[in-house]
Every structure is written in C-alpha cells, then in structure tokens.
C-alpha cells in the first residue's frame, strides 16, 4: 500500500494514515511498530508522556526503512513547557527515540492555566529555523490560542492534532483549520473502538460498502481531508486499517456518519486540562 501524502504549510508532505501508540508499554511498543512498519505505515505518532519513545525508536532503527521515508511525530509534554525547558526535552525525545531530527513535533495541550504556551511555541520556532524539526505542529489547541501563538511567532502551526470522530466532528475547529493553512489530525479517529463501532448507524454503512466499521470511519476522516492516527496492537487490525484506499464512500454516507456528532469527548476538554 502506498499511503497518500497531505501537504503542510511548509511544503512538507506527511502520510494521511499513521500508526498511535498511545497506551501501549514500552517493551510492546517495539513489535507494535514492527508490524506496523512491515504492514506499509511510514508515520509514527508517540509522545513523551506515553513513555514509549526508546520502544519506537528501537523499531525504527530494527526496520531498515530509510530515514527520509519515515514520518516520526512526538510531543512535549505538559511538565516542560517553558523555552529552555521545551529544548531540554526535545534532546530527551531525540536521544531516546535515536534520531537526528524530528518531522513533526507537537505541544501536547496548551494547558492555558499555565500560561506557558507562548513560550514554548518560541523554542519550537527555533527549532524549526535549527531544521531539528522540520514541522512543528500543536495539539489540542482551540481556535484562541491558536491566534495567540500565531500573533506571537508569525508562525502557524503546520498541524493541530485534535481528539475528532463521528460523535465530535469538530467542525469550526476544521473551518478555521482550513481558513489559517492548518491540517487538521484526528486523534482517538476511531472513539477508542467501544461503542462508536457498534454504532448501528456505522454498522449499516459499513455492511452496504463490505468493509469493518473502523474502515468506513476511515474513509470518512479521509474524504473530509483529515489525517489519522488510528491505535491497534493486533496484526489484522493494522492491515485493516491501512486497506481503507480502494473503495470511498458516496457523500450521503459521508453526511450519515457526520450527523452522528454530539459534541461529546473520549478525552479532556483543552481549555480546561491543565495537567502537568
Ligand atoms: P483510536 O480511536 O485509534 O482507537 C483505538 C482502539 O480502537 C484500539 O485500542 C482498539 O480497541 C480499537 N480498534 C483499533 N482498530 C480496530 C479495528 N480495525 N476494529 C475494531 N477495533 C479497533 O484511539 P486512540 O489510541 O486513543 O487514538 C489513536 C492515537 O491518537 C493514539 O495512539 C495516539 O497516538 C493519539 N492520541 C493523541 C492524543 C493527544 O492528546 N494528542 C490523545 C489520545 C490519543
């Protein structure tokens, strides 16, 4: 499978579907990305917090991929914001995952309590400017803090990655996205699995078109432009879904699955998760 490419505000170009792996141990992680990488994903999504980086790491230098074709995204964490902090912590995540530059790295939440996230967003642009990461990007950042980053800096985040999926379709969130240059990445894309795949609004989509109800899902982020992030760490389920590029739905399924919005989390909200 060749994995179809969106291209960021920078000219960069990063895969539509990547492999999360939130949640899973560190000593999984390793065989998780294996199989993931054997499977056709180039783009790996980790974080600090996670703390799986060495395990990601491990599997990239294992695999025999080149370099250039790999996208690896991490995200610093809550507890380093701050400029000489954030710079401290992108060498952490470097040695660990062992790479000499990073395609994409996130502020994991803005955490607006703390009022660091300004600060931070200044040692990304340094790092930017440095060519250490060649996109930088945020992460549940709503709309306000977005401008506060932007009238800062001049420079707008590549991506925000947000929690998005059927039941929170995040729709002015992607409008202004899409009216600032943002691309816009879905995270928990699939609603953690329970509950939203047994949907049966999803199940009847899914049975019209022969697909899972997580392949529908898919289709779905990817015909309104999203990229996606999906977690498994069972081998069929990161065949399946990678095997969402040869069918695409008709845009009344499209709408059929957007009307299931409500609004309604798996995750915290951002403007009231301050976490460290
Ligand atoms: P997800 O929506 O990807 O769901 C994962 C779960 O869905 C799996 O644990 C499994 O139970 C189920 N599943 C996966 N594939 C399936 C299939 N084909 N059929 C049936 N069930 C299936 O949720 P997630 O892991 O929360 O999110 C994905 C990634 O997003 C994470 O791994 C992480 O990289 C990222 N993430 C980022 C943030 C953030 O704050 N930036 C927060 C949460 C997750």
């Known amino acids: 499978t060749s994995v179809p490419t969106v291209t960021l505000n920078n000219g960069a170009t990063m895969p539509q579907i990547g492999f999360g792996v939130f949640q899973v141990p560190n000593a999984e ?3 998780a990305v294996a199989e993931a990488l054997r499977a056709g994903y180039r783009s790996i999504d980790t974080a600090t917090v996670y703390g799986n980086e060495e395990g990601v ?35 952490e995540s470097l040695a660990k ?23 931070t967003w200044k040692a990304f642009a340094k790092l930017a400017a440095d060519g250490r990461v060649r996109s930088a990007g ?8 977005l401008a506060e980053i932007v009238d800062a800096t001049g420079l707008v985040p590549a991506v925000n990655q947000v929690e998005l999926h059927p039941r929170l379709t995040q729709e002015p969130l992607r409008a202004y996205h899409a009216e600032h240059g943002i691309v816009t990445e879905a995270w928990s894309p699939l609603g953690q699995g329970k509950g939203l795949l047994d949907d049966p609004a999803i199940g009847a989509v899914a049975a019209k078109y022969d697909r899972s109800p997580a392949q529908v899902v898919l289709r779905w982020h990817l015909q309104l432009g999203n990229v996606v992030i999906p977690k498994s760490v069972t081998p069929s389920r990161i065949a399946e879904n990678l095997d969402v ?32």
């Open 97 to 119: 995952l062992k790479l000499d530059y990073l395609d994409l790295y996130l502020i994991h939440w803005p955490t607006p309590a703390r009022g660091l996230y300004t600060e």
């Open 138 to 145: 945020v992460s549940n950042f709503q709309p306000n803090h």
């Open 245 to 276: 590029f040869d069918f695409s739905l008709e845009d009344a399924d499209v709408a059929a699955l957007s009307a299931l919005n409500v609004d309604s989390r798996v995750g915290p909200d951002p403007d009231t998760n301050n976490q460290a």
């Open 57 to 91: 790491g491990r599997a990239i230098g294992e695999a025999g991929v080149p370099r250039e074709d790999l996208f690896i995204t991490t995200k610093l964490w809550n507890s380093a914001q701050g400029y000489d902090s954030t710079l401290r912590a992108f060498d």
């Open 29 to 31: 992680t390793t065989a």
